[in-house]
């Protein structure tokens, strides 16, 4: 299987991606918030990609099942019940609700995936489970790194690590199924740079310093642990949830918020 790795959902369009295995990694936060919710017992996350379509969806959903949850600006949106920070997405929260998910890059990579083969969604939190996923999935695959839209460059450093991280993973499972594209080679020489030190990178790199500026300093040390929560996200129609396997494992597990902090 051939890996590839976009720096930037931000320069891609939902053409190029048609048909590709894709896994969409937003490590601060928004995988980490939608792998949360799903293992707390949350029954779906519809990514969307404006505040608008938001409004516009949940107009047409029951009220007492439905949340909106996401950030403008690492903030809480303005009439929504939840912002982006995981630790908000609780068990007592979440359990049983639909939650409409709009975030400035996550989300929208995740819709962007609309016509993908397959699409998955991965953090350091659950990565071995998506090293286990492609691996079943034995096709070629691109890890597409959200990134920042406010950047020129579109470019987030803990992204492209999570995404080395994974191809070393993969690499040592087993070097001879997997080819790399150069872009992959670029994300396993920058994984292996920061490798002993992903709580410290995500401290420093630009939206980590961003985030504790806001006050969200705690979640960076939870998006940094490495497989706390055991399920892999995916794509179903419109709307992300967890397999039925992973369901039923973490339906006799603790919920996820108790497993990462
Ligand atoms: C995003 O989707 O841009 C992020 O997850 C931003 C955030 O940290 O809330």
């Known amino acids: ?60 959903l029951f009220g007492d099942v439905t949340l909106r949850g996401g950030e403008r600006n690492g903030r809480i949106i303005q009439g929504f019940n939840l912002g982006n920070s995981p630790l908000e997405y609780t068990e007592a929260t979440v359990k049983g609700k639909s939650i409409i998910f709009c975030t400035t890059n996550g989300a929208v990579a995740m819709t962007k995936c609309r016509y993908a083969r397959m699409m998955g969604v991965t953090g350091f939190v659950n990565i071995s489970k998506s090293v286990e996923l ?52 670029a994300a396993l020489s920058l994984y292996k740079r920061y490798a002993r030190s992903i709580p410290k990178l995500l401290r420093e790199c630009d939206h980590g310093k961003y985030l504790a500026e806001i006050g969200f300093e705690e979640d960076l040390a939870l998006c940094s642990k490495v497989d706390t929560i055991p399920v892999v996200p995916i794509l179903q129609g419109t709307s992300v949830r967890l397999k039925r396997d992973d369901r039923q494992t973490q339906e006799t597990e603790e919920p996820a918020q108790n497993v990462s902090s």
């Not at 959902?9 to 939902?14: K, M, P, S």
């Not at 017992?41 to 969806?57: L, M, Q």
């Not at 450093?157 to 080819?179: F, H, K, N, S, Y």
């Open 1 to 60: 299987m051939k890996i590839d790795v976009a720096f930037s959902a931000t320069h891609v369009d939902e053409l190029q991606l048609r048909d590709k295995n894709v896994l969409v990694i937003d490590v601060l936060r928004s995988s980490t918030t939608v792998i949360t919710a799903l293992a707390n017992g949350a029954r779906e996350i519809i990514p969307v990609a404006s505040v608008e379509s938001a409004v516009k969806i949940s107009g047409s």
């Open 134 to 185: 492609l691996q079943g999935v034995e096709e070629d695959a691109l890890l597409l790194c959200s990134g920042r839209a406010g950047a020129t460059s579109g470019f987030s450093i803990e992204d492209t690590v999570c995404a080395g991280m994974m191809i070393d993973m993969l690499l040592e499972a087993d070097a001879a199924a997997v080819e790399l594209a150069d872009s992959s080679l």
